[in-house]
């Protein structure tokens, strides 16, 4: 079945560090990837996405690269800010499965 | 504005109780879906549907129902709450196989 695999947190920077959260998956096919954010105290929302191999999605200053060789979706932010500080959720849909699957979170805390 | 409701933010129940988690999207979606997040679990699937009355189980069914009578509207119910069950519960909606919107969560005490 479909897995995703990200790194455990918490992962704690000084404000404008550079940010790498990593991501890995397991799924036939091509699955469609998603980076979701939760800041505290609410919902998720989606942060980025990419639909096909070599794709790069971008948000807020956030990048993540499709790696279908490496299954690999990881985060990334060159100069990260105490806002950014929330739980980063990798996932993926595949095919007739309309659900999403999610890997484990990371939690984020940038200090000042 | 896009928007998922539900409605509460926090609840409380006894163990046996019966508990409805209600869920409303203005967004004309046929996908709608209920899960639950654990810490160092992510979330997991429990149900979801995709359209009026049309449901299937997710990855963890196991203590829940679900009903969706009108397009709009999924609810999510606990039969007969158990302790097991504290979580926090996130409904969402989405159309085809494109971005899902996530609801603000309630979290669920089962005492």
């Known amino acids: 079945g479909n897995s995703v695999t990200q790194m455990e947190g918490p992962v704690t920077l000084s404000e404008e560090a550079f940010l790498t959260i990593n991501c890995t998956y397991t799924?036939?096919?091509?699955?469609?990837l998603f980076w979701y954010v939760q800041y505290p105290g609410e919902g998720l929302q989606l942060l980025l996405k990419?639909?096909?191999?070599?794709d790069k999605g971008s948000n807020k200053g956030f990048e993540a690269t499709y790696r279908k060789e490496t299954t690999s979706f990881h985060l990334e932010k060159g100069s990260v800010q105490v806002s950014d500080s929330a739980v980063y959720f990798c996932?993926?849909?595949?095919?007739?499965?309309?659900?999403?699957?999610f890997g484990s979170g990371t939690r984020l805390q940038v200090q000042p | 504005d896009v928007k998922v409701t539900q409605s509460s933010r926090y609840l409380v129940k006894r163990t046996g109780e019966k508990v409805f988690l209600e869920c409303v999207q203005d967004?004309?979606?046929?996908?709608m879906f209920w899960y639950r997040q654990d810490p160092g679990l992510g979330l997991r699937l429990i149900y979801f549907?995709?359209?009026?009355?049309?449901?299937e189980k997710g990855d963890i069914p196991e203590g829940y129902s679900v009903s969706r009578e009108k397009k709009e509207r999924f609810s999510l119910i606990l039969e007969s709450a158990s302790t097991n069950q504290t979580s926090m519960y996130l409904c969402?909606?989405?159309?085809?196989?494109?971005?899902?919107?996530f609801g603000p969560g309630t979290r669920l005490t089962v005492l």
């Open positions: 969402a909606s989405s159309f085809g196989l494109d971005e899902q919107f």
């Open positions: 799924a036939t096919g091509y699955p469609s």
């Open positions: 990419a639909t096909k191999a070599d």
């Open positions: 996932a993926l849909i595949r095919g007739g499965r309309r659900a999403l699957t």
């Open positions: 967004m004309d979606h046929e996908n």
């Open positions: 549907s995709y359209d009026v009355k049309m449901k």
